[in-house]
């Protein structure tokens, strides 16, 4: 994980980066979520003619062990397999997305084996096996070094254990490959070899593969099997509970779902399509952690009891959510709805919210999402996943436990600073750097806030140099902070959300339009007694997608994103990104317009997609929102 000081750096980078990767093609738009697939090359051991096959795969399992695999820092579910006789004896393959005790019951003498894949995410030797002898479980073997020759790209994820559907004939994994044993020395493709070296040879086309002496061609038959194995069961589950043997049968996991553009009444949006089911997932593995709704609670497993090659360990504390919810038990935290949680959130959201309201928000609260509150000094469970806290007056800041600044963080109730002594990293908070465990926009309100802070420490003082514009006392300058919230589209829809801005108000008007997307039709319509003396944006429209059209041919339209920005001493004054969340976001964008205009805000008209707004269309002639200005 980056160190908290690094995050605060690229905190306004990252996002940047992520965009332009997103918008370059839309080839690369497509590998910021479906990943290549990259598993290493296996040998397993092969059924006998008189063994009936069973292929059963779980990403997890609905019940947590309270012994972990390897070390107490791993996250360890069950999975129960209950065994009947069959005709013949049962050969079992197993795999998993994460660390699994398999805990078998019934029929164990009607097993002849279980070959053992592992844990995708982790590795072979996160599998652990209860209620089998040591001496029929087979672990296949992995040849990780083929991975080690495998060209990366952002648009690979490597697996750390084979992948089932390379051995068996069961439905393959989404978007699977398999890695060659030595790629820079047995093959080549004729296109692109940098980036696509990695490509199974059954996947390839004949005519595009290069293949330098007979020997290769032999190993290369070897190590990646082109006749899978006839199963007779196969279960792929996303999260399992209970897989019967042979009662289920064939059972496939649900439709699998696909991030990318989706339609909804909104136009087309950035998201999954149905769940992350079975072999799939949409970040190769990351974010996993989060599902940790274990309906089945801790299942009653004894260490001494699992077959597996690495340390069993039992548990400090329980992790993730049940760790949470035994702390609750214990007094030391508070959920929301509580009366000690509501009484000193209520309290500590007033204190902070009262500095940031002006007459733009005059009801302003910050309402950051909290999950806990913390009233004792604690260590907090491992493989916490998104989770905020608000630390009590003068309790001790809990001990992070090696959980991510990214998943965790902390608010402190009685506003204190961190010490600058202690490492940022280790004491993260919750509206500053890089974090999962709020919504993006209240990360937002750290960053303005911040701003006004050091604002006001300055004396609030300019260079007049930075002046793009100066407008006059009797100019009535308008503010429109327009967003589209939750219903925000993907990054590679560039269908604009067209607005019809309709002026009333006499006399002189200047408007500053905002919209927190990058395509957007602004078409101005005004009464004949209104005089508009300019329009004024964030970003160049002639750089990102943005049409104004209404206005007379007089009437300026210039850019806050001009050459002035390349004077050091301006570009602290860039009005920023998120006005429409008000607070001390609006007061910012209020600071940042008097040095750039010479004049404050006069009025400010903020709205939010509430889900009510037109959809978006390429059709010119399509629906409009219409905002008007009194």
Not at 53 to 76: D, F
Not at 544 to 555: A, E, N
Request: glycine letters at 8%; one cysteine or more.
């Amino acid at each position: 994980m980056i160190y908290r000081r690094l995050i605060t750096t690229l905190r306004n980078i990252v996002p940047l980066v992520l965009l332009c990767i997103l918008v370059l093609t839309d080839k690369s738009f497509a590998c910021m979520a479906p990943h290549t697939r990259m598993f290493p090359t296996c040998e397993i051991a092969s059924p006998r003619p008189d063994e009936r096959v069973t292929v059963l795969y779980a990403n997890g399992g609905a019940g947590l062990s309270p012994v972990a695999l390897g070390n107490i820092q791993t996250l360890t579910e069950v999975v129960d397999v209950e065994v009947t006789a069959g005709d013949r004896p049962h050969y079992i393959a197993i795999s998993s997305g994460k660390p699994i005790i398999w805990r078998f019951s019934g029929d164990i003498e009607s097993i002849s084996r279980v070959v053992v894949l592992g844990s995708q995410y982790r590795g072979q030797e996160h599998t652990g096996i209860v209620g089998i002898p040591r001496e029929q479980i087979i672990y296949a073997k992995t040849d990780l070094k083929s991975l080690g020759h495998v060209a990366r790209n952002t648009c690979l994820s490597v697996y750390r254990a084979c992948e089932l559907s390379a051995h068996f004939e069961i439905p393959k994994a989404d978007r699977m490959k398999i890695a060659y044993p030595d790629p820079n020395r047995l093959a080549y493709l004729k296109w692109d070899v940098g980036r696509l070296r990695g490509l199974s040879v059954f996947e390839m086309p004949k005519e595009k593969l290069i293949i330098k002496s007979k020997p290769v061609v032999k190993k290369l038959q070897e190590s990646v099997p082109t006749n899978r194995i006839h199963v007779d069961q196969f279960v792929e589950r996303l999260r399992a509970h209970t897989i019967r043997i042979p009662q289920d049968g064939w059972s496939e996991a649900e439709k699998q779902g696909r991030w990318g553009k989706q339609e909804t009444k909104n136009g087309d949006m950035f998201s999954m399509s149905g769940p992350a089911e079975g072999r799939y997932e949409p970040y190769g593995g990351g974010g996993y952690e989060g599902e940790q709704n274990y309906e089945r609670g801790v299942i009653n497993i004894s260490a001494k009891d699992v077959v597996t090659s690495v340390p069993v360990l039992p548990y400090t504390g329980f992790p993730g959510v049940i760790g949470l919810q035994q702390l609750i038990s214990e007094g030391v935290l508070f959920a929301p709805g509580t009366p000690e949680f509501d009484r000193i959130y209520k309290r500590w959201d007033e204190t902070i919210s009262a500095p940031y309201r002006s007459r733009f928000d005059p009801d302003f609260s910050f309402g950051y999402k909290v999950d806990y509150l913390v009233t004792k000094e604690t260590q907090l469970p491992i493989k916490l996943h998104e989770k905020s806290f608000l630390i009590a007056d003068g309790v001790e800041m809990p001990d992070l436990n090696q959980n991510s600044a990214f998943n965790v963080c902390f608010f402190f109730a009685d506003s204190r600073e961190i010490p600058k002594t202690v490492s940022s990293y280790d004491n993260p908070r919750c509206d500053r750097g890089l974090t999962q465990a709020i919504p993006d926009d209240q990360s937002a309100f750290g960053r303005s806030r911040a701003w006004i802070d050091g604002w006001k420490i300055s004396g609030g003082m300019a260079p007049k140099a930075c002046l793009v514009e100066h407008l006059e006392k009797d100019v009535h300058l308008v503010v429109l902070a327009l967003a589209e919230g939750d219903y925000v589209r993907y990054y590679g829809q560039k269908s604009p959300r067209r607005f019809n801005v309709k002026v009333e108000r006499t006399g002189k008007i200047a408007l500053y339009l905002n919209f927190e997307y990058r395509y957007v039709d602004w078409h101005i319509i005004s009464s004949p007694e209104t005089e508009i003396v300019g329009v004024f944006t964030r970003l160049d429209p002639n750089r990102i997608g943005v049409t104004i059209s209404g206005l007379d041919k007089s009437v300026q339209v210039k850019s806050m994103d001009g050459d002035w920005r390349d004077r050091p001493q301006c570009g602290n004054y860039s009005p920023n990104y998120s006005p429409h969340l008000g607070g001390p976001a609006i007061m910012r964008l209020d600071e940042s317009l008097n040095v750039l205009l010479g004049k404050r805000i006069d009025a400010v008209i903020r709205e939010t997609n509430d889900g009510s707004w037109p959809k978006v269309s390429d059709d010119p002639k399509a629906e409009r929102l219409t905002i008007v200005i009194k």
